[in-house]
């Protein structure tokens, strides 16, 4: 998949200016930063709407007359997002999943406080199973942005949650610990996120008969992964699928609409061999 970002007109003075430090820098990083730079802007401006958790509707009944529309089963999806966030940062990724017929979207806020990924996966299983109570569904897909697709994994592959996870979709996810930012090692979270730590251990554990099925997203400009190779998912035992995005970086991945198809297909094609075959496993 080939995503695009925004032409940085200001490139002939940007290089005017510091011609030494940026004349040598590809185009594609210019874009992708300069996309990077908009989005967080735009992000700061919604990050208030997103501190509060979002209100509970009951599930509607099914009227005896509507017409379910084909390839959309009713499998809630619950969105993840990364650290020092919240659910702000899926409005573009909602708003698409709705247009394409999910009528059944969640968020959870975990704490910006919290401080342990496991304390943090036992949150989700709890948020999940309250799902599945509401709504009636036996499963939910997950998309999980960074810390997030770690969160939903952990809870997957450590607590059980294959159970009730038909798929899990990791945007930027840091599969094998990153390195990036070494000073934010102060955060217990982001300890937790360097490679070596116990919890990355704990994944590179085996996992047999795990039922979900993992599609990550990772960017070949994603600067918060270090080494980027860290978002693909890389275990014997899991049914997993790496999907190289190029042209765009680590904030973008939730937000870019090239990225929200690719999520829409990922979780259509999984209900669609899940209707042919429960044994079937995708290479």
């Known amino acids: 998949m080939k995503v695009t970002g925004v032409l940085p007109l200001f490139l002939p003075f940007y290089r005017r200016l510091w011609p030494g430090r940026l004349a040598d820098l590809s185009m594609a990083l210019l874009k992708a930063t300069a996309l990077e730079a908009a989005i967080l802007a735009g992000h700061l401006l919604l990050y208030p709407t997103g501190l509060t958790q979002e209100r509970r509707t009951p599930a509607l009944p099914a009227r005896d007359d509507a017409t379910p529309l084909p390839g959309r089963p009713g499998t809630p999806v619950v969105l993840l997002h990364g650290f020092i966030d919240n659910r702000s940062v899926f409005v573009l990724l909602r708003r698409s999943l709705a247009r394409n017929g999910r009528q059944r979207i969640e968020s959870l806020n975990y704490s910006p406080l919290t401080c342990d990924i496991r304390a943090a996966a036992e949150l989700l299983g709890r948020h999940v199973e309250e799902i599945c109570e509401r709504t009636g569904s036996c499963r939910v897909d997950i998309v999980g942005h960074s810390l997030g697709g770690l969160i939903?994994?952990?809870?997957?592959?450590?607590?059980?949650?294959?159970?009730?996870v038909g798929t899990l979709v990791t945007l930027g996810t840091p599969h094998s610990g990153t390195r990036a930012v070494p000073l934010a090692s102060a955060h217990p979270i982001v300890r937790q996120m360097r490679p070596g730590s116990e919890v990355i251990e704990e994944l590179t554990r085996p996992a047999p008969g795990c039922r979900t099925r993992f599609v990550s997203f990772w960017s070949d400009l994603d600067s918060v992964m270090d080494p980027l190779e860290t978002a693909c998912i890389d275990h014997p035992d899991l049914d997993a699928q790496n999907v190289r995005v190029t042209g765009i970086g680590h904030l973008a991945l939730p937000v870019h609409p090239a990225v929200a198809a690719g999520i829409h297909e990922a979780l259509d094609t999984a209900h669609r061999e899940d209707r042919l075959s429960d044994d079937l496993t995708v290479a």
């Open 152 to 164: 939903a994994r952990y809870y997957v592959q450590r607590l059980g949650g294959d159970l009730r």
